[in-house]
């Protein structure tokens, strides 16, 4: 059975950084789309960054150049390094898996396996 557990969550004023992790277990990351989306209050779930089975990597627009999506393969870890927090970044931030290619267009019902989420608070 795929399980996600995310960790790494916390508060931090605008301007810091976080890093987040995801731990897989039931299977190995290495062939599988994985990544990150968050939901902030009152506002429906959004996809932050993915990164493939081959290790290329996409990132929503507001993210790219302040996140960084990466993998260890053989810890089977997935790690979002997130740099100038914006309060905008404020969210529950969730690890996601897919088997097989990422969507050009990711949306939340692409993804099967999913943890349970890390809160993150940017204060100003």
């Known amino acids: 059975q795929v399980q996600l557990v995310e960790s790494g969550g916390g508060s931090v004023q605008a301007g810091g950084s976080l890093r987040l992790s995801c731990t897989a277990s039931g299977y190995t990351i290495r062939y599988y789309c994985v990544g990150w989306f968050r939901q902030a209050p009152g506002k429906e779930r959004e996809w932050v960054a993915l990164?493939?089975?081959?290790?290329?990597?996409l990132y929503a627009d507001s993210m790219e150049g302040r996140f960084t999506i990466s993998k260890d393969n053989t810890k089977t870890i997935l790690y979002l390094q997130m740099n100038r927090l914006q309060v905008e970044d404020t969210a529950v931030y969730y690890c996601?898996?897919?088997?097989?290619?990422?969507?050009?267009?990711?949306?939340?019902?692409?993804?099967?396996?999913w943890g349970q989420g890390t809160q993150v608070i940017v204060s100003s």
């Open positions: 990164i493939a089975h081959d290790g290329r990597t």
């Open positions: 996601a898996a897919a088997m097989g290619l990422c969507p050009v267009r990711p949306k939340s019902a692409d993804f099967s396996y």
